[in-house]
DNA sequence: TTCAATGTTTAGAC
DNA sequence: GGTCTAAACATTGA
């Protein structure tokens, strides 16, 4: 689940927790999350502290007083819980020099965490390819529409998910953002009105920030760093509603498959 | 028992 | 090169 407003929740939070902390010992339970050597892993880690957290696209950055930075990605299911009480999907545990500890659970163990040099940290980001942050002051509508104009055949919706256009948008905030905007999910580029991109550009802007604020959507797995759910769910419209009235019109909300995943929409409102 | 699920990557097709 | 699809990763719950 974590998208954008996820990550950003679990990094303010943990910045205030974990920042100036110092890491005694890091219990690896499951190596496999851990994408380098496990004995150098534990080398850089253990005795260093926590200079700062930051965000980038959905990963997560935790820099380190050596130099090193720790990449974390949840996908699916991953949690960074602060204090938490182990289960059996924690597979990473650090313990603090103050006796609290910060667990790494991932139910479907598709997330990871990379170890960065300083020096390789620009690189690895360059690497990635990570589109515009959206969020950020430097994402406007006039650069949102320069970028448009290069993925003209397009169809909105993968785009809006895909990560080197735009970092941190998932599936349910692709659908949330297209039914703030009434424009259809399978609409491709080069069909849009200048006044719909502009509906788009404001609902990327609109909704995000608000899920920031509502510390993010629990729709399965998600929790925050207190182990808490977020409070975006009652505030979705369409996202895995399908069969249920549209909440402006009435209208059935309809599903269909766009890029091996669901889309949900308003026949009536999103055109 | 079968299917779908929040994310990404890769291979292959047109 | 742009764009699309399916499959793979692992587990759960409907």
Same mark, same amino acid.
């Given at each position: 689940?974590?998208?954008?407003?996820?990550?950003?929740?679990?990094?303010?939070?943990?910045?205030?927790?974990?920042?100036?902390?110092?890491?005694?010992?890091?219990?690896?339970?499951?190596?496999?999350?851990?994408?380098?050597?496990?004995?150098?892993?534990?080398?850089?880690?253990?005795?260093?502290?926590?200079?700062?957290?930051?965000?980038? +696209?959905?990963?997560?950055?935790?820099?380190?007083?050596?130099?090193?930075?720790?990449?974390?990605?949840?996908?699916?299911?991953?949690?960074?819980?602060? *204090?938490?009480?182990?289960?059996?999907?924690?597979?990473?545990?650090?313990?603090?020099?103050?006796?609290?500890?910060?667990?790494?659970?991932?139910?479907?163990?598709?997330?990871?965490?990379?170890?960065?040099?300083?020096?390789?940290?620009?690189?690895?980001?360059?690497?990635?390819?990570?589109?515009?942050?959206?969020?950020?002051?430097?994402?406007?509508?006039?650069?949102?529409?320069?970028?448009?104009?290069?993925?003209?055949?397009?169809?909105?919706?993968?785009?809006?998910?895909?990560?080197?256009?735009?970092?941190?948008?998932?599936?349910?905030?692709?659908?949330?953002?297209?039914?703030? +905007?009434?424009?259809?999910?399978?609409?491709?580029?080069?069909?849009?009105?200048?006044?719909?991109?502009?509906?788009?550009?404001?609902?990327?802007?609109?909704?995000?920030?608000?899920?920031?604020?509502?510390?993010?959507?629990? *729709?399965?797995?998600?929790?925050?760093?207190?182990?808490?759910?977020?409070?975006?769910?009652?505030?979705?419209?369409?996202?895995?509603?399908?069969?249920?009235?549209?909440?402006?019109?009435?209208?059935?909300?309809?599903?269909?498959?766009?890029?091996?995943?669901?889309?949900?929409?308003?026949?009536?409102?999103?055109?």
């Amino acid at each position: 689940m974590p998208e954008l407003p996820e990550v950003e929740t679990i990094k303010s939070q943990l910045d205030n927790k974990i920042r100036g902390k110092k890491i005694k010992k890091v219990e690896v339970n499951l190596s496999k999350l851990v994408r380098y050597p496990l004995k150098k892993f534990k080398k850089i880690v253990e005795g260093e502290k926590i200079i700062s957290i930051s965000r980038r +696209a959905k990963l997560l950055i935790i820099e380190l007083s050596n130099g090193y930075y720790l990449v974390i990605h949840l996908k699916l299911s991953g949690q960074l819980i602060f *204090n938490g009480e182990k289960n059996k999907h924690t597979h990473l545990v650090y313990y603090f020099t103050d006796g609290t500890k910060l667990l790494h659970n991932d139910l479907r163990q598709f997330g990871f965490v990379k170890v960065v040099s300083k020096k390789e940290f620009n690189h690895f980001f360059e690497k990635e390819n990570f589109g515009f942050e959206p969020l950020s002051v430097k994402f406007t509508l006039k650069s949102f529409k320069e970028a448009l104009f290069k993925r003209k055949k397009s169809r909105i919706k993968l785009l809006l998910m895909d990560q080197s256009f735009i970092g941190g948008i998932g599936n349910i905030y692709a659908n949330e953002i297209l039914f703030f +905007a009434g424009v259809l999910p399978d609409r491709r580029v080069e069909t849009l009105k200048d006044v719909e991109i502009k509906n788009i550009f404001q609902g990327i802007k609109k909704i995000l920030s608000l899920a920031v604020k509502k510390h993010g959507s629990s *729709n399965r797995d998600y929790v925050d760093a207190f182990g808490k759910k977020g409070n975006f769910v009652p505030l979705i419209k369409v996202y895995q509603k399908e069969g249920k009235p549209c909440l402006k019109c009435k209208s059935k909300i309809k599903k269909i498959k766009l890029g091996n995943r669901s889309s949900f929409f308003c026949p009536k409102c999103q055109k």
